[in-house]
């Protein structure tokens, strides 16, 4: 007779959720396998040899990039899909029916996103060290930590977002990779930054909030700057997360804002029929 | 004490109106059928109890509670089966009734309610893999999981096979007898029949007409229908009202008073050493009173 403790209803549903993931070989595939396999080709490439400007191995910019990636994947495109997915098949509207608050049940599957997007960033280091010699340095680790929390975050509110505004399943797959997929390209994920690139590609991937998760990030693993990243200014080669982080935090704060004023828990009308 | 309480609730989707003022009250411990046809307004009112809709006028009372504020009080004392859906496909069909029952303080058993439903064979199956009426049959047992005093049930046997059906109705009679309140919207007439203490016939969003089964309608009053055949060669034209001028190879006729009308016309027959070939009596149907509620209201 007694009432479940919030904790149990929290942790329940994240253990759900979980279950759920290890049971969609889809978004398991693009949340931990297909980062590693790009950090794979990138290497081979690459040989691991130094790269661009930054003066650092192949891996060792690929994988922290990659693991962005992968955090970003899970974070964004997977969790906008399953909402959309879970509205279209009346699980949101049946949820919200139980005595599971409505928060809880959000809470727990943003939760459970968030542990697989470490899992996934943690794969993709441990595989960079292990395989490629990937340096990790600990002074750094609480900035990576931060900027991990901080983009996952940021990228859950869009998702949610992007699930607020996509009409249906068929339609949430090429909203979330359109809007990721090109970014990552100018993002300095998929290709290092480059002394000739135009200025305005920079300009336009300044303005999104990937290209601040990777460079909080991967500054976290360079070898050329110096400081913990606890900075708001990047001069003389210092490792600065602080206005990375504010960026990431405005796009959060305002996707997160306008998901909550249209999320629906039911699908439109029209596709009930 | 009323376990539901709806007072001129009104319900408008931009243009539509699907609830034009109505008010219903239900028992506790009570069977009450909403029975109407497509687009009556059925789900319309169920949800707005449920807590799923708003409504634009009017008051409601659920277990004393308003469902637009109820919350998590409200929840864990009702079990919903909406129209349709609500599974997810990768979980199995035991997962699923182990984890709603999580959320509730207190549940029935698990393994016990599964086979109450007809489902213990597919006890470990996926979701997905289910055929529509075994969905159903789970998305049942999700409603009961908690245990709860009130269960809404929106069109619950809607694509069930004749013997899913009777197994469904056979799970609300035994509800009945834990006490449970349940409101049951349904477009069969025989189903609100066979389960329903109380029938409210809803149609274009108006309660047209409520009673228990036998009385919907003033059924009572209603006369029933007389039908016949004459196989000897006799004069029909002096049998009595309303028999008398019918032609046609069965004689056939709805009498006001059922004993009076039966006396005459036998009577008549006796005196003229008379058959009356294949004579039956039937009372009006719920059917015959539904299809003349919803041509009523239609025009
Ligand atoms: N979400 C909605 N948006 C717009 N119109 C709706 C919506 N839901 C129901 N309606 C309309 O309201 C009327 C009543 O529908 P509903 O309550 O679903 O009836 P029933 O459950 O009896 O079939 C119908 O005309 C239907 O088209
Ligand atoms: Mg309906």
């Given at each position: 007779m007694k009432q479940p403790s919030l904790a149990r209803?929290?942790?329940?549903?994240?253990?759900?959720?979980?279950?759920?993931f290890r049971r969609s070989p889809t978004a398991a595939f693009f949340s931990l396998i297909f980062p590693l396999l790009m950090l794979l080709v990138f290497?081979?490439?690459?040989?691991?040899?130094r790269i661009g400007p930054l003066g650092v191995t192949a891996a060792q910019f690929y994988a922290p990039a990659l693991a962005v990636y992968g955090a970003v994947s899970t974070s964004y495109w997977n969790l906008s899909i399953h909402m959309v997915n879970s509205r279209e098949l009346g699980v949101l509207k049946r949820m919200r029916g139980t005595p599971l608050p409505t928060w809880m049940f959000l809470g727990g599957r943003l939760a459970s996103s968030a542990w697989i997007a470490l899992l996934a960033v943690l794969i993709m280091m441990v595989v960079g060290v292990w395989l490629y010699d990937v340096t990790i340095y600990v002074h750094?680790?609480?900035?990576?930590a931060l900027t991990f929390v901080v983009g996952v975050a940021c990228f859950a509110a869009l998702g949610c977002l992007v699930a607020a505004l996509s009409p249906n399943s068929n339609a949430?797959?090429?909203?979330?990779?359109?809007?990721?997929?090109p970014l990552g390209f100018i993002s300095e994920v998929f290709i290092p930054p480059s002394a000739s690139a135009p200025a305005w590609l920079g300009t336009v991937a300044d303005f999104f909030p990937l290209k601040h998760f990777a460079r909080a990030f991967s500054g976290a693993f360079s070898p050329t700057l110096h400081g913990s990243g606890f900075a708001w200014s990047d001069a003389g080669g210092t490792?600065?997360?602080?206005?990375?982080?504010a960026v990431m935090a405005a796009w959060g704060i305002g996707g997160g804002l306008l998901a909550v004023r249209l999320f629906r828990w039911e699908p439109r009308p029209e596709t009930v029929g | 004490m009323a376990a539901i309480v709806v007072d001129k609730v009104v319900k408008r989707y931009g243009g539509v109106t699907a609830l034009s003022g109505v008010s219903l009250a239900i028992a506790e411990g009570e069977v009450f059928a909403l029975l109407g046809p497509n687009g009556a307004g059925k789900t319309s009112l169920v949800e707005i109890l449920e807590g799923h809709r708003d409504r634009d006028a009017g008051t409601v009372a659920v277990l004393g509670m308003d469902p637009a504020t109820g919350g998590r009080a409200l929840r864990e004392r009702i079990g919903i089966v909406l129209q349709e859906g609500g599974l997810e496909g990768e979980l199995t069909v035991i997962e699923t009734v182990r984890y709603t029952a999580t959320l509730f303080p207190k549940a029935r058993p698990i393994e016990e309610l599964i086979a109450l439903v007809g489902l213990q064979e597919k006890m470990r199956a996926r979701v997905r893999t289910l055929s529509g009426g075994q969905r159903r049959r789970l998305e049942l047992a999700l409603g009961l999981v908690?245990?709860?005093?009130?269960?809404f049930l929106d069109e619950p046997t809607t694509g069930f096979d004749p013997s899913a059906r009777r197994q469904a109705w056979e799970l609300v009679r035994a509800l009945r007898t834990f006490g449970k309140t349940i409101l049951l919207t349904t477009h069969y007439m025989d189903e609100a029949q066979a389960l329903a203490d109380r029938i409210a016939v809803i149609a274009h969003g108006r309660i047209v007409a409520e009673g228990t089964p036998a009385t919907l309608g003033d059924r009572h009053r209603r006369g029933a229908r007389v039908r016949f055949r004459v196989m000897t060669d006799v004069s029909l034209q002096d049998m009595p009202p309303p028999f008398a001028g019918k032609i046609g190879a069965w004689i056939e006729a709805e009498v006001k008073d059922t004993t009076a009308a039966l006396h005459a016309l036998t009577g008549w027959a006796v005196a003229r050493r008379v058959e009356l070939d294949g004579l039956t009596v039937v009372p009006p149907t719920l059917e015959d009173v539904y299809l003349d509620l919803i041509a009523e209201q239609a025009a």
């Amino acid at each position: 007779m007694k009432q479940p403790s919030l904790a149990r209803l929290l942790l329940g549903q994240i253990g759900l959720e979980n279950r759920i993931f290890r049971r969609s070989p889809t978004a398991a595939f693009f949340s931990l396998i297909f980062p590693l396999l790009m950090l794979l080709v990138f290497a081979t490439l690459f040989g691991n040899d130094r790269i661009g400007p930054l003066g650092v191995t192949a891996a060792q910019f690929y994988a922290p990039a990659l693991a962005v990636y992968g955090a970003v994947s899970t974070s964004y495109w997977n969790l906008s899909i399953h909402m959309v997915n879970s509205r279209e098949l009346g699980v949101l509207k049946r949820m919200r029916g139980t005595p599971l608050p409505t928060w809880m049940f959000l809470g727990g599957r943003l939760a459970s996103s968030a542990w697989i997007a470490l899992l996934a960033v943690l794969i993709m280091m441990v595989v960079g060290v292990w395989l490629y010699d990937v340096t990790i340095y600990v002074h750094t680790l609480p900035a990576a930590a931060l900027t991990f929390v901080v983009g996952v975050a940021c990228f859950a509110a869009l998702g949610c977002l992007v699930a607020a505004l996509s009409p249906n399943s068929n339609a949430t797959p090429p909203i979330a990779s359109a809007t990721l997929l090109p970014l990552g390209f100018i993002s300095e994920v998929f290709i290092p930054p480059s002394a000739s690139a135009p200025a305005w590609l920079g300009t336009v991937a300044d303005f999104f909030p990937l290209k601040h998760f990777a460079r909080a990030f991967s500054g976290a693993f360079s070898p050329t700057l110096h400081g913990s990243g606890f900075a708001w200014s990047d001069a003389g080669g210092t490792y600065a997360i602080l206005p990375h982080l504010a960026v990431m935090a405005a796009w959060g704060i305002g996707g997160g804002l306008l998901a909550v004023r249209l999320f629906r828990w039911e699908p439109r009308p029209e596709t009930v029929g | 004490m009323a376990a539901i309480v709806v007072d001129k609730v009104v319900k408008r989707y931009g243009g539509v109106t699907a609830l034009s003022g109505v008010s219903l009250a239900i028992a506790e411990g009570e069977v009450f059928a909403l029975l109407g046809p497509n687009g009556a307004g059925k789900t319309s009112l169920v949800e707005i109890l449920e807590g799923h809709r708003d409504r634009d006028a009017g008051t409601v009372a659920v277990l004393g509670m308003d469902p637009a504020t109820g919350g998590r009080a409200l929840r864990e004392r009702i079990g919903i089966v909406l129209q349709e859906g609500g599974l997810e496909g990768e979980l199995t069909v035991i997962e699923t009734v182990r984890y709603t029952a999580t959320l509730f303080p207190k549940a029935r058993p698990i393994e016990e309610l599964i086979a109450l439903v007809g489902l213990q064979e597919k006890m470990r199956a996926r979701v997905r893999t289910l055929s529509g009426g075994q969905r159903r049959r789970l998305e049942l047992a999700l409603g009961l999981v908690g245990d709860p005093d009130l269960i809404f049930l929106d069109e619950p046997t809607t694509g069930f096979d004749p013997s899913a059906r009777r197994q469904a109705w056979e799970l609300v009679r035994a509800l009945r007898t834990f006490g449970k309140t349940i409101l049951l919207t349904t477009h069969y007439m025989d189903e609100a029949q066979a389960l329903a203490d109380r029938i409210a016939v809803i149609a274009h969003g108006r309660i047209v007409a409520e009673g228990t089964p036998a009385t919907l309608g003033d059924r009572h009053r209603r006369g029933a229908r007389v039908r016949f055949r004459v196989m000897t060669d006799v004069s029909l034209q002096d049998m009595p009202p309303p028999f008398a001028g019918k032609i046609g190879a069965w004689i056939e006729a709805e009498v006001k008073d059922t004993t009076a009308a039966l006396h005459a016309l036998t009577g008549w027959a006796v005196a003229r050493r008379v058959e009356l070939d294949g004579l039956t009596v039937v009372p009006p149907t719920l059917e015959d009173v539904y299809l003349d509620l919803i041509a009523e209201q239609a025009a």
